[in-house]
């Protein structure tokens, strides 16, 4: 499966951007899910949540995760965080899967920089950050730590087009 990031700080777009793709890649054809990592205390499939907006997507299973439980329902009891690695091998094959969050496992991932936000830089050790998704057209991404392109994060049709690019997604891949 290819797998592909979107990170950035909180309330930056990253949610609305990852359904916007997982809409789109779906049209394209694509089987599509994701991963949602939260940092809190979760609840999955409630109107108006994060899991429910990628389910109602598209996405063909949408796996939660957060230091209490992850989902497809499973109770952590107080055993450890799944990785990232771990957490997909429960997914069933799809063409991709759409990672929100998880900032410090090693997928190629694009950060959400919105303007009106924080334009911090990820940290140092945030690996593969390939491409920013922002409305600034002043962001340079070389200052934030990526050698890829600038994004418009009102184009979901150009940023699902680099990472179907990115990743190889292609017609000829699809299962």
């Not at 952590?76 to 990232?84: D, F, S």
């Not at 730590?145 to 979901?156: E, I, M, N, V, Y």
Request: proline residues 5%; contains cysteine.
């Amino acid at each position: 499966m290819k797998v592909f990031g979107v990170t950035g700080w909180k309330n930056s777009g990253k949610t609305t951007l990852v359904a916007k793709l997982v809409r789109t890649l779906a049209d394209r054809g694509f089987t599509v899910s994701t991963v949602k990592h939260a940092h809190h205390r979760c609840d999955v499939d409630q109107p108006g949540r994060d899991s429910y907006l990628h389910r109602e997507a598209g996405a063909g299973q949408v796996l939660l995760a957060s230091s209490q439980r992850w989902a497809l329902m499973t109770e952590l009891r107080g055993q450890p965080e799944p990785t990232l690695d771990e957490l997909l091998t429960h997914l069933d094959p799809v063409d991709i899967v759409i990672v929100e969050g998880f900032k410090l496992s090693g997928h190629p991932k694009l950060q959400v920089i919105r303007a009106g936000n924080n334009r911090d830089r990820l940290p140092d050790d945030i690996s593969n950050l390939v491409a920013i998704a922002t409305d600034d057209e002043q962001i340079n991404p070389t200052e934030y730590g990526c050698h890829g392109p600038r994004l418009d994060l009102d184009d979901s049709e150009a940023i699902a087009d680099f990472v179907a690019h990115f990743t190889g997604l292609s017609h000829d891949s699809r299962q």
